[in-house]
């Protein structure tokens, strides 16, 4: 009986886990591979259970089989595209064979071809001993970068390269596999070739926002509203890659942006990996002169790493601190790759936790509408009011006079506004030696 109830009990969950989110499938006049395609992404963030199980694995008769072909193969069913066009097959290698016994294969650019990938294709990856041993579906290509859904899978880890994450992965240690957005250059290696169903129509699923949140859905107006304001852009035209890491230099660049810090003491001295030409640069030297950074046993920053969730943490602390702003703890989980090489945190947690310091922003602000003096020249600065008080943009401030000391900022009643800090024009005027004057309008 204990058998019987555990298979009604995963009968019961195959029903429950491929319901399809009514968002993928409400063009009913969509193309085949379109329909396909969103039966793909309609499963977004679905996680195997124990052992393996899915239900895709069930109804080809292998709950707890490698299900990356299953998964392909069972959105091909749920579309309704006939095995005529899109050949069923549980294993990746015979599925490459049967697409090419019906010349609908194309190799890689890797492998020397010239076929650029369509949506709803087939993309076929093989490692070094030549074993093809992995399948996705082709979600697009955009800036000669490849995206995939992918089932059984986890998010890859971009800040190495591929074949030295390969080495170091122990499949043990892992976490459960998923369905999920991938991307790889048009000529990775790992990449053999593509299989080109017979499509009946081929027009490209139309999408809306990002498509890969998964299981970060419910934060899907805050992640849109921050990509938006150009706080923390997708990945792509319609990916955000949630489950990502973000590289030390990115997550730095987007949180000094936020509070509008820049310049830095004359004598900060660089790390030796970021050089002035960087584009983290600017945002490097003025988290050092004001002292955010955490200690490293050698003058690198790594900017190119994903920064770990440790740091993230300590890197707010620290700006929090020196703003004046009470201390504050962010849900930072670890990436699923992240006990491998190096630690890391994903994109979805700093998007929340961007979002939160947003929250913490008055924004209810007007334009200053009078003339703005420094030594009685004008001064063609985006000052705002707030609470009767002209204030002024920090980073301009400091941009005029990179000397400044910002031990003065906690004592004074700085306010965040769209991604740029605002101090009292009074105080700054005070610090300056009276050489900020404001003239009404």
Known sequence: MRG?????????????????????????????????VAQALGQMGFTEGDDEYTPFGERYGYPNGYWCDMFASWCADEAGVSKEVFPRSVNCARHCRAFTALGRYRESAARGGAYVPQQGDLVLFYNDSGRIHHIGLVLYVENETLFTVEGNALTGRLDYPAEVVSEARVPEEEPNDYVTVNQYSLSDPRLHGYAVPAYAGREPLELEGFVDLGRYEYAREQIEALAAAGIMPGTSS?????????????????????????????????????????EAYGAVMAALSAGFLPEEETNCFYPGRWISGEDAQA????????LGVGARTFSFTPGDLSQILTPYTTRGDIAQALCLLREDAPLTTEVFT???????????????????????????LEEQFPELDRSWLPETRSFLWNGTLYVPLEDAAALLGARLEAVSG
Not at 11 to 35: F, H, K, M, Y
Not at 315 to 322: G, N, P, R, T, V
Request: proline share 7%; aromatic share 10%; with cysteine.
């Open 4 to 36: 019987f109830g555990k298979r009604v009990l995963l009968a019961v969950l195959a029903v429950v886990l491929c319901l399809t989110p009514v968002w993928a499938l409400e063009d009913g006049g969509a193309s085949q591979s379109g329909q396909v």
């Open 238 to 278: 319609h990916t955000f890659s949630p489950r990502a890491g973000m590289s030390r230099g990115a997550f730095l660049k987007t949180v000094m942006d936020l509070y509008g810090f820049a310049g830095w003491r004359e004598e900060t001295a660089p790390f030796d990996d970021v050089p002035p030409e960087h």
């Open 315 to 322: 890197i707010l602390s620290a700006l929090l601190e020196y």
């Open 370 to 396: 009078g003339l703005l003096t420094l030594e009685g020249r004008p001064l063609d600065w985006p000052a705002r009011m707030m609470d009767g008080v002209c204030c002024v943009p920090l980073n301009l």
